[in-house]
């Protein structure tokens, strides 16, 4: 068992207090603070919280707070791993941003820069209806537990709006539904983004949630249950399905047909319309040994070597990951 002396625990502690002071910790608290802010939806689940969020906006407040203190904390432990991904975000945001601004400047056409906006604050957009404890939850899950697909969905959803092949921005939960031309595949869940070709078809609004039976809808509402995949296997998710979706073709698809199934009949009363054409009724749990062994993982190389390491040993547990789920059984 590890045991740190008075004096080795003195040293870590005066460490750390020296990088936190180092660090731009007002910078990071007071911008996630104001992200939040201005990303909070104006309508709330009920009258008494609305009057009191809307007044304070303790809500945003509170999740800025805890979503800036967790990336500082990150900073400190891992500065490269955390820059590479705030730099990433904010080049891919810029280039929505600006384009869409000439666009609108030239031709009078603001489209691209509300889905620029609305694509943006996806990751900060906090959920109405539900409670304060999901909302941090969710927030979290999106921040950092769903990463890095929640960065690819972003940075692939700036690149098509700013090609002008997005049709629709529609948001379901906190999930941005994205319908529009995507060049290599008919449907693409990243993270709380969903991707679907929509061709000519005018989608509804709240795709997943139709009841017609389109192929456009029935891509959401299967794209959808890799989302809940997502949400379950978090690091794990390119991995154990991303990758053996790609290739295979095989049971992740049935396990994203199903749980789709299974949540939209629970949460909405809708009935099954994908997972009926498939004998098995079990989705494929990720176990918690899974997950434990994979942060473990990164975690220990992130010790060993920083974010270096951190980065090497997610791609090794990645690996590992993809070869024991590569089986073709449906």
């Known amino acids: 068992m590890l045991h740190l002396s008075d004096a080795e625990l003195y040293g870590w502690i005066n460490i750390f207090r020296f990088e936190f002071a180092r660090s731009p910790w007002e910078i990071i608290l007071i911008s996630f603070v104001l992200i939040y802010i201005l990303s909070f939806p104006g309508s709330r689940s009920n009258k008494q919280e609305a009057e009191f969020a809307e007044r304070w906006l303790i809500i945003p407040f509170l999740t800025g707070i805890l979503v800036g203190g967790l990336t500082l904390l990150m900073y400190i432990v891992l500065p490269g791993l955390c820059l590479s991904f705030i ?12 384009s869409a601004l000439i ?6 056409n603001w489209l691209l820069m509300r889905q620029s906006i609305k694509i943006a604050s996806n990751g900060f957009y906090i959920e109405k209806d539900k409670s304060f404890h999901q909302r941090i939850l969710n927030v979290i899950s999106k921040q950092f537990w769903q990463q890095p ?7 692939y959803a700036m690149l098509l709006n700013v090609m002008g092949s997005v049709k629709h921005c529609d948001r379901f939960e906190d999930i941005l539904m994205i319908s529009g031309k995507l060049y290599f595949a008919r449907g693409i869940s990243l993270g709380n983004f969903i991707f679907a070709e929509a061709d000519d078809e005018k989608l509804p609004d709240n795709i997943v949630l139709a009841y017609n039976n389109s192929e456009g809808v029935r891509t959401f509402r299967h794209e959808f249950g890799h989302y809940l995949q997502s949400r379950q296997c978090g690091w794990i998710y390119l991995f154990k399905i991303g990758l053996p979706s790609l290739i295979l073709q095989g049971w992740t698809e049935t396990d994203a047909d199903l749980r789709s199934d299974n949540y939209l009949m629970h949460h909405y009363g809708i009935t099954p319309a994908l997972g009926l054409k498939h004998q098995k009724k079990e989705v494929v749990r990720c176990t918690w040994l899974e997950k434990s062994v994979f942060v473990t993982i990164v975690v220990a190389g992130a ?13 090794l547990a990645g690996g590992l990951s993809t070869a024991l789920n590569m089986k073709k059984s449906t």
């Open 87 to 98: 730099g990433i975000w904010l080049f891919f945001t810029l280039i929505g941003m600006l």
């Open 303 to 315: 010790l060993y070597s920083g974010s270096y390491g951190s980065v090497g040993a997610f791609l």
């Open 103 to 108: 666009l609108g400047l030239v031709s009078g």
């Open 149 to 155: 697909q929640n960065l690819m969905g972003h940075c």
